[in-house]
């Protein structure tokens, strides 16, 4: 049974519980021995996952780290580079396994995540005798420390080109290209489209408990597939919760447009309390930004303050907070969010708390 919720719970989009009906079909599902290829749904949800990405294979892994951690070590030799974006999550949030995993260097661009074909030839290094020659690069669509925010199409495509003219492999960290797809009206094939690999998680805003996948060519997943078993993501009957993804791919993608108004309904509510502010035209998924402008309003204060009120979100930077919407955030949830919010603040409680130490 899922825990009864009490708590309005902002910090991330993975803290979704699996719905009734995903339990349902979880239970329901038909199952074998993947590491004989032999699990009927994870198959399906392999084949699913490869069309809808306009790849040829893909393959369920445990987790968007290794999806993303496979891809690299399939596009990487020990001592090559990777251009990466600023705070890029395969970097910065993957417990060093690039270099743990693929001995290959990082080349991180500043930015917001997302870079410029201009930064990229700026950067890449050649194969010569002085330098970890650049072998490929990664781009994070939607940017999570961005802010959620998408890659602009001709940016993308000229980066895209800038790495075909270097002669670089080029991998989609599409944790949440679902999001992405929904937001700016494109498939998820085109958003993939020219990519060797991408990696697109189950268990964010789709609602599954476990798992992601890693698309590519036949050949590129099956040489994954050897990774998989040697990082020990090899697994047996787990269609029980590939069923999960399924159920998730079928009946949560096109209510991620839900998230995302809700995501706008809170940045706007959180734009209007004095000393917040929120860029609305970075508001473009299913995150929200908020910037403790106010210097008499103590960041750390606010994310405790309003967790003792049962509301929880991330400081992500000194002065900035990160509130993220997703399955179980409804649209009365984000307004009583504001609510909470605009009291504690704008009736000074956390500037009178302050003061008192
Ligand atoms: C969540 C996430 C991943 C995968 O993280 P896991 O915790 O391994 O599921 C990869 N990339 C991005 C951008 C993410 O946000």
């Known amino acids: 049974m899922t825990a009864k919720r009490t708590h309005i719970d902002l910090r991330s989009d993975t803290v979704t519980q699996p719905t009734a009906g995903m339990r349902a079909a979880m239970a329901a ?56 974006g600023a705070q890029s999550h395969n970097w910065m949030f993957e417990a060093g396994a690039i270099g743990f995993i693929s001995s290959a260097q990082v080349i991180v661009l500043p930015g917001d ?73 494109a498939s998820l094939a085109k958003l993939a489209s020219r990519f060797d690999t991408v990696s ?33 993501g090899g697994m047996r009957q787990c269609g029980i919760v590939a069923a999960g993804g399924l159920y998730g791919i079928e009946n949560h993608r096109a209510r991620l447009a839900d998230d995302h108004a809700n995501a706008k309904r809170l940045a706007q509510g959180l734009n209007a309390i004095p000393g917040i502010e929120v860029d609305m035209e970075r508001t473009q998924t299913n995150f929200v930004m908020a910037h403790v402008v106010d210097d008499a309003l103590d960041t750390v204060e606010i994310v405790q303050m309003a967790a003792q009120r049962g509301v929880h979100f991330l400081q992500v930077a000194p002065k900035t907070l990160r509130l993220v919407t997703h399955l179980d955030v409804s649209r009365a949830d984000c307004e009583r969010a504001v ?19």
């Open 113 to 185: 995540g997302r870079y410029t074909a201009e930064q990229l030839r700026a950067s890449a290094l050649p194969d010569q005798e002085f330098f970890s020659k650049t072998s490929a690069i990664s781009v994070e669509n939607t940017h999570n420390m961005g802010g959620g925010v998408l890659w602009e199409e001709g940016t993308l495509q000229q980066v895209l080109n800038g790495a075909d003219e270097l002669g670089l492999a080029k991998h989609l960290d599409g944790a949440r290209l679902w999001n992405a797809a929904v937001a700016s009206r």
């Open 200 to 232: 697109v998680c189950l268990s964010k805003g789709l609602g599954a408990p476990v798992g992601s996948m890693l698309a590519g060519s036949a050949d590129l997943i099956r040489k994954a597939r050897k990774l998989r078993r040697i990082l020990g």
């Open 339 to 357: 609510a909470i919010l605009d009291e504690m603040i704008t009736n000074r409680q956390v500037l009178e708390s302050s003061r008192k130490q």
């Open 29 to 84: 599902a038909v199952t074998g021995d993947d590491t004989y290829g032999e699990d009927p749904t994870t198959n399906q949800l392999q084949e699913i996952t490869a069309d809808l990405l306009g790849k040829e294979a893909a393959l369920y892994v445990p987790s968007g780290t290794m999806a993303n951690q496979i891809a690299i070590k399939l596009l990487t030799n020990p001592g090559e580079s990777i251009v990466v």
